[in-house]
């Protein structure tokens, strides 16, 4: 139980097109999911909180109009790459707080974005 | 603020050899503690978690004790096999948002 999945897995696209990514919970219902990126060889960093039905909470530096982040459903959020830029090229994973308590959360596989 | 400080990598080890991956935090109040994996190409998984002083998670072989005294929840494993090659994550929940604060990661690399 508590699976999260993410689409694409991977894509490219060239610089200034957007790129959308969803993230969904399967098995569970996700009232909040986080999403984070990840650079080669370093951690992850929280990029924002996502509440289903309200809007995101951006963490300090993440650009809110940059990042669209959208929790419409209680298994769903997506994040829109605006105007991508090959500097946003990353690993972005999501993750929901799941049934495990409220600190525990699950984590998509990744999606990874090369911009060109 | 809250942070995590984990050992760097990489951490290469002959199979059945003893794995301690240390792992210390700074925190306010009492934060729960997690080890997550990441295999090559996978995203995070859970592995164990600790919720309260003294309290020790395991999973797969692998265990860490909350250690408050010390700040500490440092992963071990006492035969490590060539699938546990993967980066390990500590991390600590805490505070009214339940963030989760990420350590740098820990390359695990076994040889056969």
């Known amino acids: 139980g508590a699976v999260v999945s993410q689409h694409p897995s991977w894509v490219i696209c060239k610089s200034g097109t957007s790129v959308k990514i969803e993230c969904r919970s399967l098995d569970f219902q996700a009232t909040t999911m986080f999403w984070y990126r990840q650079f080669p060889k370093q951690s992850l960093m929280l990029m924002a909180t996502?509440?289903?039905?309200?809007?995101?909470?951006?963490e300090q530096g993440v650009e809110k109009d940059k990042f669209l982040i959208n929790h419409a459903s209680l298994t769903l959020s997506t994040l829109t790459v605006t105007s991508a830029h090959p500097e946003d090229s990353s690993f972005y994973i999501c993750?929901?707080?799941?049934?495990?308590?409220?600190?525990?959360?699950?984590f998509g596989p990744g999606t990874r974005l090369l911009v060109l | 603020g809250n942070s995590v400080t984990q050992m760097e990598g990489p951490v290469t080890l002959s199979e059945e050899a003893f794995l301690t991956i240390n792992c210390t935090y700074t925190?306010?109040?009492?934060?729960?503690l997690f080890w997550y994996v990441q295999y090559p190409g996978e995203g995070l998984q859970l592995l164990l978690k600790a919720t309260k002083a003294d309290d020790k998670g395991s999973n797969k072989g692998f265990e860490a004790t909350y250690r408050k005294e010390t700040t500490s929840f440092h992963l071990e494993k006492g035969s490590v096999q060539v699938s546990d090659s993967a980066v390990y994550f500590c991390a600590l929940s805490g505070g009214a948002t339940n963030k989760l604060i990420f350590g740098t990661g820990t390359l695990l690399a076994v040889q056969p």
């Open positions: 993750s929901a707080r799941g049934p495990g308590g409220q600190e525990t959360q699950y």
């Open positions: 996502s509440n289903e039905g309200s809007k995101a909470t951006y």
């Open positions: 925190a306010t109040g009492y934060p729960s």
